[in-house]
């Protein structure tokens, strides 16, 4: 069996510099393995990220953030307006400073709008951010679901991770309110 890849060997195994050593405990590899996913978080997290604006560059809109190209598909997500709130909720923004900034962005560019329903702050796709998001797809089909479909993983594969990758966000949401009242 491999060795594991972490990025913090430290968090893994304490003061232990090799993890395969016959005196680790159960626990000890737990945590490895958790340092191992961790790890791979990080590197999905930053590929995913330059893979957005990367994306959003050849469909046509260089420069935007990897936060306004969610915010954009979020909206345009069953062609319906969507709340602020909705929005926040939707990508686990906290702050939410950081989604109006995009949002303005946004709107001054000319691929959403937005409007109020009493108090609230509705923001809908127009027409160029519609077209946009198709480009988007085109080229996402093109480029990465064409590749993944011949050596990638199986549907039921990805289907399984996704459900793995929002559980652990539960409990990394968990142990941040937990650190939050240290």
């Known amino acids: 069996m491999a060795a594991p890849v972490l990025s913090s060997a430290h968090l893994a195994a304490g003061a232990s510099p090799g993890l395969s ?3 680790l405990s159960e626990a000890r590899l737990s945590e490895a393995g958790l340092s191992e996913v961790e790890f791979g978080l990080i590197l999905a997290g930053h590929g995913f990220a330059r893979w957005l604006v990367r994306c959003m560059a050849a469909a046509g809109r260089p420069g ?5 190209i969610l915010i954009l598909h979020t909206v ?3 062609d319906r307006p ?3 709130a909705d929005i926040l909720l939707v990508l686990d ?3 939410s400073h950081i989604a109006t900034y995009a949002i303005r962005k946004l709107e001054e560019a000319g691929l959403v709008s937005t409007g109020r329903a ?3 702050k509705l923001v809908s796709a127009t027409e160029d951010g519609a077209a946009l998001c198709a480009r988007y797809a085109e080229i996402r089909k093109q480029l ?3 590749p993944l479909r011949t050596s990638g993983p199986e549907e039921a594969q990805l ?4 459900q793995l990758l929002r559980a652990l966000s539960g409990f990394y949401d968990q142990a941040s309110r937990a650190a939050a009242t240290l």
């Open 21 to 23: 050593e016959a005196g």
């Open 64 to 68: 935007m953030s990897a936060t306004e």
């Open 76 to 78: 345009r997500h069953r």
């Open 82 to 84: 969507k709340r602020l």
């Open 93 to 95: 923004i906290e702050d």
């Open 118 to 120: 009493g108090k609230e």
């Open 144 to 146: 990465l679901v064409r």
């Open 159 to 162: 289907s399984e991770l996704a």
